[in-house]
């Protein structure tokens, strides 16, 4: 079985091997060779084309969103307007039987998760 050494022994016995064991002398070519190296690491592009792809689709998506927003005609967007008013009150109204139900269903889950440490730590007390 290993000794366990101290950190101040651990100290000792690398002072020691740093004053008494003699430096190697550095190669000459190692400048040389780190340097050819780094010239030839080629930098990795910050856009690819899958990026560039990308961007394209969803500008045009955009684009045709707006183009189609501007050309609808006046009635349509009343009724969508319309549309979007009742929905808005209909989650009012909702809302009064929503709300706690997410506040519960938050506290259930929330309590699933918390007893099973709570039970691992009552277990594993020691009297």
């Known amino acids: 079985m290993d000794n366990q050494l101290t950190p101040e022994q ?19 070519s ?14 990795p592009l910050l856009i690819t084309w ?3 792809a990308l961007s394209l689709v969803i500008a045009l998506c955009i684009g045709a ?7 609808l005609p006046p009635i349509v967007l009343i009724k969508l307007r319309i549309q979007g008013i009742l929905l808005y009150q209909d989650i009012l109204v ?6 706690p139900s997410l506040f ?9 998760l918390t007893i099973p440490f709570l039970v691992k730590m009552t277990l594993d007390r020691r009297w």
Do not use: C
């Open 50 to 52: 899958n990026d560039f």
């Open 94 to 99: 909702n809302a009064r039987w929503l709300v």
């Open 65 to 71: 969103l707006f183009f189609t927003v501007q050309s």
């Open 10 to 28: 651990e100290n000792v016995i690398i002072e020691d091997a740093l004053k008494n064991h003699p430096l190697a002398p550095m190669p000459r």
């Open 30 to 43: 190692i400048t040389t060779n780190v340097m050819a190296r780094i010239q030839k690491d080629v930098r």
């Open 104 to 112: 519960f269903g938050l506290a259930s889950i929330l309590s699933a």
